[in-house]
């Protein structure tokens, strides 16, 4: 299916932004900007996914992470109530921007919202696409994350993550994720945490 120029227009100031993450990351022997790649992986996700969805969907997935580094975790208390404040900032601080940059392109007040809307995650578990942008995130983290997160905490704390990470997901979700191709270790870790 042929992309409008809006929607290329859109991706690529998406890109340009994250581009400017001065957060690194070498995949494949190859240097990227961290929230480039992030971008670039669930774009691919979706495109496995759900391959025939929503333009909204397509649009929220790949800015669903934009300029992330200008909100770091450390602003906040490193407890629970500051990690959900720092989340909720960036689900809004996302929005906002993604708003500003498909406004640039000519995008109407209509779809804007409606990717507004999905970076809130609104109606998750309810509203079909939230679920969806929620499932890629989630396998996102599973196949490029999860391995190194698993390297920082306990396996009783990646047990807790794991199961909190499941919850969220769709049961197509959760069929995709383990269809992923993991570690021994990251497979024994997710068998305790479905047990």
Known sequence: ???????????????????????????????????????????????????????ALQLAVRCQHIRRWEIPRDQYDMNRVGYLKWRNDLKVF???????IMHEVGYDDQ??????????????????LTQKLEDVICLVF??????????????????DILRKTWKKMSSKGQEAALELDYSDHSKALITKALA
């Open 1 to 55: 299916m042929k992309k409008s120029e809006k929607f290329n227009a859109a991706i690529d100031l998406f890109d340009r932004a994250n581009a400017e993450d001065p957060n690194r990351e070498i995949f494949e022997g190859k240097e990227y900007a961290k929230e480039l790649l992030y971008a670039q992986r669930m774009t691919d996700r979706l495109a496995i996914f759900s391959p025939d969805t929503d333009e």
């Open 94 to 100: 996302h929005a906002e921007k993604a708003g500003e």
């Open 111 to 128: 779809i804007i919202e409606a990717v507004k809307f999905l970076l809130l995650k609104k109606q998750l578990k309810k509203n079909d």
């Open 142 to 159: 599973l196949e490029y994350y999860f391995e190194k997160f698993s390297e920082k905490y306990s396996e009783d704390k990646m047990i």
